[in-house]
């Protein structure tokens, strides 16, 4: 049983067969992995000691303190600075040879990539054997680097209680000549620099969806809130009546975002339905739909009556929305200007005011200017 952090820790450094991993919950919000709070009968140990809450280093003085403490060493500047040791070890020059050696980093060889030739074993029987203790013991990522990987570029950051010191003093007196200015601070101390950010205030939230808001656009007068989710709704929010004033779905499938075109009458939404809806915000109804992709569509932008939309399908379609000849149900006729490429799904995309400058990004972690 999992019932101590000090033991765990113990066990995997120098127990050979002890293999926990590191879950996300170390560094998350949710501290119900630490807590029996139902109090359920989970035995006792061998020296008799009943199996509760896990106990906790001395220096965590709560379950939700443990993780906290753990996320702020986890993006310290110390782990910053030591980032390509470990590098090193899963990915780099200390994954296999002499090195690994060196640092105690060898596993099973059948771990490897590489480390066994399948197809060469002619007995199904030894294959399968193969095969599962492949699958038992897991497997090492691929080897990505054979020297030593460089150390992280890390700003010398002031401590945060000087910066925070600094702040207040600017948020009452100018910068005299020969004190720090604001562009003298690290990228870390201009976040905490803005002077009226600490004056920011929750005004008021609402629960508006079943399951999670995908979009989110405001009217330019700030009236009206419209959301999209994974509820497959379309939503607007009156924030001068603090009602929801309409609720559409246009398909049995998940919205994925939403934009207002400029003069507030239309909404746009994209859907993984593969679809671009428009939406009416003075009749309440959908008004056209534009099927453009094979995969879902995951995010949309509109400039200067072009239509951009990123999908699943590997594509990001630039549209020319041109308002339609005969006025009807349709509001515009839409023509693909251009298809852009790319090799795996496109998350998002973004669009400079100007219209010059257009960026993708893909599920993979690549960003396409």
Known sequence: MFNSIAETWKNCLDGAMDFKELIPEFYGDDVSFLVNSLKLDLGNRQGGQMVDDVELPPWASSPEDFPQKSKDALESNYVSEHLHEWIDLIFGYKQKGSGAVGAHNVFHPLTYEGGVDLNSIQDPDEKVAMLTQILEFGQTPKQLFVTPHPRR????????????????????????????????????????????????????????????????????????????????????????????????????????????????ATVITSSWDNNVYFYSVAFGRRQDTLMGHDDAVSKICW?????????????????????????????????????LEHDVSVDTISLNPASTLFVSSTKEGTVNI
């Open 303 to 339: 400039h200067d009556n072009r239509l951009y939309s990123a999908s699943w399908d590997s594509t990001v379609k630039v549209w020319s929305g041109v308002p339609a000849e005969m006025p009807g149900t349709k509001r515009y006729h839409f023509d693909l200007l251009a298809e």
């Open 153 to 264: 570029i890390t700003p010398k950051c002031k401590s945060l209680s000087q910066t925070l010191s600094y702040n207040a003093s600017m948020a009452d007196s100018p910068v005299s000549p020969g004190e720090e200015s604001f562009e003298d601070l690290t990228e870390e101390s201009k976040t905490l620099a803005w002077n009226n950010i600490t004056k920011l205030q929750l005004h008021e939230h609402y629960k508006i969806h079943k399951e999670a808001v995908t979009g989110i656009t405001v009217s330019r007068n700030g009236s009206s809130v419209f959301t999209t989710s994974q509820d497959s709704t379309l939503k607007m929010f009156s924030k001068e009546s603090k009602m929801l004033q309409s609720s559409i779905s246009f398909s049995n499938m998940a919205l994925s975002s939403c934009l207002l075109l400029p003069g507030d």
